[in-house]
């Protein structure tokens, strides 16, 4: 499975980028898509995730706030972001895996990250 992540960059508070991230490969392995997002010094976390069926997860520092929508034709996955704080700047990646138990359960492949900085 191949990631390409994108939309990343240096937003200003409050503002609203789409992150997306296009797939190829064997991706009909796992039923869900699902982005992480890493910040300097802290581990890796997942912030949404969404199955074909959009069936969805999120972090609950992110509910309310992001939403993750897929077009399946398209093999892409997308990450609204709105209302950003600097807390949310990180890299953000994209990951095929699993939604099982209302729990996302990463795959083993994770594109190159698209780096978003929320700063005024």
């Known amino acids: 499975v191949q990631l390409q992540a994108s939309g990343g960059g240096l937003v200003q508070p409050g503002g609203s980028p789409r992150l997306s991230c296009e797939t190829s490969?064997?991706?009909?392995?796992?039923?869900?898509m699902g982005w992480y997002r890493q910040a300097p010094g802290k581990q890796r976390e997942l912030v949404a995730g969404a199955t074909s069926d959009i069936k969805t997860v999120y972090a609950d520092s992110v509910k309310g706030r992001f939403t993750v929508s897929r077009d399946s034709a398209e093999n892409t996955v997308y990450l609204q972001m709105n209302n950003l704080k600097p807390e949310d700047s990180a890299v953000y990646y994209c990951?095929?895996?699993?939604?099982?138990?209302?729990?996302?359960?990463?795959?083993?492949?994770w594109g190159q990250g698209t780096l978003v900085t929320v700063s005024s």
């Open positions: 490969g064997m991706i009909f392995k796992f039923n869900a």
């Open positions: 990951n095929a895996g699993r939604i099982l138990g209302g729990n996302y359960f990463p795959g083993s492949s």
